[in-house]
């Protein structure tokens, strides 16, 4: 064997993989790729399935935290009004009650010793209604203050449309109490102020701000009552500068309604007792990134008391003046001058549907006015104007005729009944007039061309008031004839409340 033999012989053999192996690992290389892509497909679902979810919290997260800032500022208030007026945790309880008292001035009418402070009242009356109240007293003034969970200053969210804002004002009170706190009180008021920077109230006649009223209903105006709007057309916008011709723009009815950029407040206060309290605020057009909007809204405060001038003339004033019995009343008639009566339902408030029922007039007299002559003999001839005079009185209750002169004198407002009749046999003439104060209103004439038996009657219904006189004329008798006359009134329903 040579070497070179020997040499071939010791070289390593060369191993050449089949073409089959090669074709398997390239399958198992795509398979793997083909898993990875799937893995990464259903990693990104995942992901975008916690994606959500953790957005729905963040959400979720952002609206307890809103929450817990409204508790919390209401916390704060409450804590600083019992910081003010110094009260501590036990007063919270029932010890600063002041029974069934209706009003913080009904309690201080009652003790004049109490301080300011926070009070139990019940303005819809003990036992009936809702449940009593707490609010801030004022005594050294008498009124009532109706706390809310929004007196500190609130900044409005970024938005554009008309009214996109919207916040409901809660009360520490029913707004059945608060209605009734209002019917009894003289006076009832609520602060607000708006600061304002590029957010107009009303732009090219589009109302962005309101509030609402008890009722739920809308308005535009910030200060002073309803009663200022001329044009009853239920859009009626101001502020306290528009009435006192003050704002920047004079043009403009608010200073927030330049809408410029510069930073403004529109300060007022609601008076129209009627529609308060505010229940809602409602504000848009705030949403550039500058435009800034905050409202500082005041509690409800009532003070005075009405006052009643004379007989009451509805179920309300009834109900003021402390009636809680439903049932039939006698009222003053707010127009007839009458006595009237009415059912009231004090169950429900004032301006209810059924809270007032108008049954009908009731017929009261101060005084029972009525009379009955009669005359049954002969009248000389003559031609001058004479009142027919009377022999024979059957009844004169209130002594207002006078049986010598002829003449019956009203004594009271009222409308009266007067009926006088005649009778004669004979050929003559005569001519006959009923006359109230001297000048005729009714007549009847007979002549001597006629029958010779004449019968006449001369119904009236008069009003009339003290002092009016109504007596029968007669005049133009042609010859002495017999005369048989009546004659009656009465005083039908007298006028208790003269207009």
Known sequence: MTTSTRLKENEPKTTQRPSTEVQCCQMNFLHILACAVACLVILELYMESELGNL?????????????????????NTFSRIQHRNGITGHALGITN????????????AADPTLESGMFWIDPDGQGSGDGPIYVYCNMTTGSTSVLHDNEDAIDIDHCFDPGCYSRPIKYNATLRQMTVLSELSEVCQQSIQIDCFNAAFEFNGIHYAWWNDRKGDPHYFWSAGNNQNTSGDGQYHTCQCGLDGTCKDKSLSCNCDSDLAIQSSDIGTLTDKDLLPVTKLNFGRTVAPASVNRHTLGRFECSGKVVLNGMPSSCQD??????????????????????????CDFSKEPGDLGFQTWIGYTDVKSENVYFNVQRASRYLRNYLVQTLTFEKEINNVGNAFNLKSGVFTAS???????????????????????QLNDGDIASCEKTSNGDHVWFRNIPYTLKLKPGDRVQVSVMGVSRDIDIY???????LSEDIFPS
Do not use: M
């Open 485 to 491: 006359a009546g004659f009656t009134g009465f005083l």
């Open 55 to 75: 957005k729905q919290k963040v959400a979720q997260l952002d609206a307890e935290t809103r929450e817990q800032q409204d508790l919390l500022r209401k916390h």
């Open 97 to 108: 009650s002041v029974g069934d008292h209706k009003t913080c001035l009904e309690a201080l």
């Open 318 to 343: 009834l109900w003021r003046i402390g009636y809680t019995l439903s049932g039939l009343y006698s009222i003053k008639g707010p127009s007839s001058g009458k006595v009237e009566t009415v059912y």
């Open 412 to 434: 009271r407002n009222g409308t009266y009944v007067f009926y006088f009749s005649i009778f004669v046999n004979d050929y003559g003439s005569l001519l006959l007039s009923l």
